[in-house]
């Protein structure tokens, strides 16, 4: 993570300047806010901005006069019902902003997820830093033999040393050409808005993200989860720690329904009650597809 020390002092003034509030706040969210949490090797994420805490869900679900809180365990209690009963919209009066700083491709996945608001550094405006994600050496991984999507082994020796060396250099060279073309001694300089277009996806870029607890759930559920690329992964696991700071009962629901759980078809379930009957079942009579087996197999065999 790389911030300046001006940054530094303006997280740190941020920190220090507190103000009453009647609203409801999050301790857990409290100690998070304004501070970076450093994610790959220039990246990080911290919060900015949070409205509610899991008090505002069941007030929202039980549609209260008041802060909506009975008894913690009451409360833990709906808002399980509520995860479990895939409801959305008490989950939806959570808000959170975040700043994050990201390599240019994992922006592109992390852009598809439509259900948040995001409004990213100008490259018009602003010159990017000379900052490119570079993976550490165990994330340097050969295809995967298995899936197409995804990542085998680490590269090892002359290999992966020839790898680093390439993407270093591309880099390095490609902004060293940027920062050319933007102009030199004597020279007009090209806009920024063009001379941008030559910089890797490895560069960083930055953007405010904002998101509702039901969305960024979603969110984490598909970035938080193995399948996901490591590069995105580890912001969604830093997010994933911050929300569970800041709405631990939703988290644990969270947790239990969502992360933890597994979904079943209807064959699925077919298949799991005849196995409790004592019947052996194989993929061939399972009704199932061979892909479809190997998935339930790999949560329940
Ligand atoms: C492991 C993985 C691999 C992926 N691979 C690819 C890939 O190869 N190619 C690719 O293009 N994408 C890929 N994606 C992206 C994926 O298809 C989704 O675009 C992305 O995860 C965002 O999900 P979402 O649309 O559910 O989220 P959001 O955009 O946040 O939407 C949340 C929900 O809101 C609803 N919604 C939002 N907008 C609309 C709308 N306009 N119309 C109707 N309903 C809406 C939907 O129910 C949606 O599920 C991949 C994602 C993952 C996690």
């Not at 008490?90 to 592109?108: D, G, Q, S, T, Y």
């Not at 064959?267 to 009650?273: C, I, P, S």
Request: glycine content about 6%; overall charge negative.
């Amino acid at each position: 993570m790389t911030l300046t020390p001006d940054q530094t002092a303006e997280i740190d003034a941020a920190r220090a300047a507190e103000s009453r509030t009647l609203r409801p706040v999050s301790p857990g969210m409290e100690a998070r806010l304004y501070t970076a949490h450093p994610v790959l090797d220039h990246g990080f994420v911290r919060v900015i901005d949070y409205m509610g805490d899991d008090s505002a869900i069941v007030q929202a679900a039980r549609v209260s006069y008041g802060r909506g809180t009975k008894k913690v365990s009451d409360d833990a209690g709906l808002i399980a019902y509520l995860m479990r009963h895939w409801h959305s919209t008490p989950f939806e009066m959570c808000e959170v902003k975040f700043h994050v700083k990201l390599p240019i491709f994992v922006a592109r996945q992390w852009i598809r997820h439509r259900t948040a608001n995001v409004n990213e550094i100008s490259a018009r405006y602003s010159i990017l830093d000379r900052e490119f994600y570079i993976p550490a050496p165990e994330n340097l991984a050969a295809q995967s033999a298995s899936n197409r999507q995804g990542r085998g082994e680490a590269l090892e020796g002359d290999e992966a040393q020839r790898v680093l060396d390439w993407l270093r250099d591309d880099a390095t060279r490609a902004y060293d050409h940027y920062e050319a073309m933007l102009g030199q001694e004597g020279q007009q300089g090209l806009a920024r808005e063009l001379a941008r277009m030559n910089l890797p996806a490895n560069v960083y870029t930055q953007w405010y993200w904002k998101c509702d607890l039901h969305n960024l759930f979603h969110f984490l559920r598909l970035r938080a989860d193995p399948h996901a690329q490591f590069e995105i992964r580890v912001y969604a696991e830093a997010m994933a720690e911050i929300t569970a700071d800041w709405v631990p009962l939703a988290y644990a629901a969270f947790e239990d329904y969502r992360m933890g759980g597994a979904q079943l078809s209807a064959k699925g379930v077919k298949v799991l009650k005849r196995r409790l009957r004592g019947e052996v079942v194989s993929q061939e009579d399972s009704g199932m597809s061979k892909g479809e087996w190997r998935e339930f197999e790999g949560v329940w065999g």
